[in-house]
């Protein structure tokens, strides 16, 4: 797997979280590499839509990624269909904006599960079925690097996630599966309309990021490719930021320059 032309023929990608978002467009990039992706959500109606836009190469099946019978059964299904994975790419989730003292009980359990539990699951599944090997690449986050007020539950379970690729990339090394994860920062999805967003200056955040502007769902997914492909086949074990530069280090607010 390279970035050659048509280079992912034969590859079997099952993505979570794929009705929208970075999985999305993951899939949608999979795809016209000429992969064969399942794409898994628990929005049926997202996904189904995806999945029929993206043609024949695209397969939408439900998945709750905090059920451990829907991970075997998925996984069963792309064995008996000659389509065993070979690529997993955990990118299901949501996110909790709130102060710890106002995070309930339930939320903080909610994005436990769905962000670390799910990609637990994930790992498992992945080394069960990717007995010729593999690569599987999970979706951290900056908030997993860099600790974010008002989003302590997010921010811990990514950080799990980050926890998890390193233990899978040192046990599943000898099978040969690699075992990445991806940070992303500031990246226009549907996650920031949750509650909770809304009263955040997104102008002054912006503004705070080196590269001066949000990323796209794109440029995520060409880092995803990247990880699962070939151009990355000594790379196990780590953590690759895409944040426009936020984790570096931090710059000096200037005065606004008047323009004439």
């Known amino acids: 797997m390279d970035d050659m032309a048509e280079p992912w023929h034969g590859t079997h990608v099952l993505v979570t979280g794929a009705s929208g978002g970075i999985g999305g467009a993951t899939a949608e990039l999979f795809v016209a590499k000429g992969a064969t992706v399942y794409l898994t959500d628990i929005d049926d109606i997202g996904g189904r839509k995806r999945a029929l836009e993206l043609g024949s190469r695209a397969h939408y099946r439900r998945l709750d990624v905090t059920d451990e019978t829907g991970w075997q059964a998925v996984t069963a299904e792309m064995e008996q269909a000659g389509h065993l994975m070979n690529v997993l790419v955990n990118s299901a989730g949501t996110a909790v904006k709130a102060p710890l003292?106002?995070?309930?009980?339930?939320?903080?359990?909610?994005?436990?599960?769905?962000?670390?539990?799910?990609?637990?699951?994930?790992?498992?599944?992945?080394?069960?079925?990717?007995?010729?090997?593999?690569?599987?690449?999970?979706?951290?986050?900056?908030?997993?690097?860099?600790?974010?007020?008002?989003?302590?539950?997010?921010?811990?379970?990514?950080?799990?996630?980050?926890?998890?690729?390193?233990?899978?990339?040192?046990?599943?090394?000898?099978?040969?599966?690699?075992?990445?994860?991806?940070?992303?920062?500031?990246?226009?999805?549907?996650?920031?309309?949750?509650?909770?967003?809304?009263?955040?200056?997104?102008?002054?955040?912006?503004?705070?990021?080196?590269?001066?502007?949000?990323?796209?769902?794109?440029?995520v997914a060409s880092v995803i490719a990247f990880l699962a492909g070939a151009g990355s086949s000594y790379v196990t074990g780590t953590d690759l930021l895409v944040d426009g530069g936020t984790a570096a280090g931090v710059r000096t607010p200037k005065f606004p320059t008047q323009k004439a």
């Open 101 to 219: 003292a106002h995070t309930a009980l339930d939320q903080f359990r909610r994005m436990i599960d769905q962000h670390l539990v799910g990609t637990f699951l994930g790992l498992r599944a992945a080394a069960a079925a990717m007995t010729a090997g593999g690569s599987v690449v999970n979706i951290s986050s900056l908030r997993g690097v860099l600790a974010t007020a008002e989003l302590g539950a997010y921010g811990a379970a990514k950080s799990g996630v980050r926890a998890l690729t390193r233990v899978a990339a040192l046990e599943l090394a000898e099978q040969g599966i690699r075992v990445n994860s991806v940070c992303p920062g500031s990246i226009t999805t549907e996650i920031t309309a949750a509650p909770g967003f809304a009263a955040d200056d997104v102008e002054a955040y912006v503004r705070s990021i080196p590269m001066q502007r949000r990323g796209a769902p794109a440029e």
